[in-house]
């Protein structure tokens, strides 16, 4: 019978490998699951990313359709046809006087609503000076709006959103300067609850216009 005999060295060769060989396997699997957290990080801020700017811009929205209309939640566009009184709309504006050549604010009725998402929204005159208005629309923490979180649309997600109407007097000169309306929206993919998680993701969008035309 023929003995065989193995050496320390050859045992000790053969554990080094076996290490050696599942610390690489160990860094690959750390490798790509690195890899695949980071991926799965992207598109849920990309997804969120999404769902935050469609409630900034269907909010942005829904204040221009009332701002541009002159209506107000129990006064719609309309109601009485091409009424371009200060009683039918929500924001006001700044108007051309030709007795004082000079634009004079119409000022909307306080407190009035605007219609958003089949909810009835506040507007408030925060800031109210000679040249410059402010409105908030809705409270300060922003409202709830329930927009699609992707593509389809089948899928719907209540998120917040935020909106400031800011006017500024324009400076009489040869020609009627169109008084502008500056909208900014910020919108959040959490509900209005939510908004002081850290982890929420928000977009904002800043729009202007002519607001209250029909005066």
């Not at 009627?176 to 904002?204: I, M, W």
């Amino acid at each position: 019978m023929v003995k065989k005999y193995y050496s320390h060295k050859q045992s000790a060769f053969a554990l080094l490998y076996a290490v050696l060989l599942t610390g690489i396997i160990l860094t690959i699997g750390l490798g790509l699951s690195s890899i695949l957290t980071k991926q799965i990080v992207l598109s849920s801020i990309g997804s969120n990313s999404q769902v935050a700017y469609y409630a900034a811009n269907t909010a942005k929205e829904c204040v221009f359709f009332w701002g541009f209309n002159s209506g107000t939640a129990t006064n719609p566009p309309g109601n009485p046809p091409n009424d371009p009184g200060a009683s039918n709309t929500a924001f006001g504006g700044y108007v051309f006087d030709d007795q004082s050549n000079d634009y004079i604010f119409v000022r909307p009725d306080s407190p009035d609503n605007i219609i958003c998402d089949g909810i009835s929204i506040a507007v408030n005159l925060l800031t109210d000076q000679t040249d410059l208005k402010v409105f908030n629309v809705g409270p300060a923490t922003g409202f709830d709006i329930t927009v699609p979180s992707d593509g389809t649309g089948k899928n719907p997600k209540v998120a917040c959103a935020r909106v400031t109407v800011t006017m500024k007097k324009p400076v009489p000169g040869p020609g009627k300067t169109l008084p502008q309306s500056v909208v900014d929206a910020t919108g959040y993919n959490l509900d209005c609850s939510q908004t002081s998680n850290n982890r929420r993701v928000e977009r904002s969008i800043r729009r202007s216009g002519e607001f209250s035309r029909p005066f």
